[in-house]
């Protein structure tokens, strides 16, 4: 009878000892499967020189309002209704109203918030005084930035759309 019993206590530790091989077996998998996951689109930073940005962030903000004080405006026309493919932007600089024919040169940032996979750089062309058109490639549907970037001789203007790309 104590044989029995000894042998039942041996085959439960050897059952139990089974049971957490196989338990922390599948956690190992498990925690490398997620990791791979995680891995395997990670982008890193999405701002190389986000350092240097954060410490200028200050000075970026005046001239952007000094700007604007002395009557600088980017309109930006041709952003109804979007929908995949290349469409055309037409954006126009003006100073009090007025067409400028001074920009040094005018680029956009296009983004899509979840990922920098699809980011893509665009330079306006000027078709006419102050007049600036560009086709952009959208790729897929959802939300996307479009961050307009024109210089000037006082500095760069900068002005951020969200679009809904149907």
């Known amino acids: 009878m104590q044989d029995n019993k000894i042998s039942k206590l041996e085959t439960g530790q050897f ?8 338990f922390f077996s599948l956690l ?21 020189n986000y350092y240097e940005k954060g410490l200028n962030f200050e000075k970026e903000i005046e001239v952007q309002k000094k700007l604007l004080a002395l009557g600088y405006r980017i309109e ?6 979007i929908k995949v493919g290349q469409k055309e932007i037409k954006l126009i600089v003006s100073k009090n109203n007025t067409t400028l024919t001074d920009v040094k040169s005018v680029k956009l940032l296009l983004e899509k918030p979840s990922t920098s996979k699809f980011n893509k750089d665009y330079t306006f062309k000027s078709t006419e005084k102050g007049v600036f058109t560009e086709k952009v490639e959208i790729t897929s549907k959802g939300k996307w930035i479009l961050s307009f970037y024109v210089e000037l001789s006082e500095g ?5 759309k969200l679009i809904e790309v149907l």
């Open 156 to 160: 760069i203007l900068e002005q951020r």
């Open 28 to 48: 190992f998998i498990g925690t490398y499967i997620t990791l791979k996951i995680a891995y395997k689109d990670y982008e890193g930073v999405m701002e190389k």
């Open 76 to 81: 930006v026309e041709n952003l109804e209704s």
């Open 15 to 22: 059952f139990l000892k089974i049971l957490l091989v196989i």
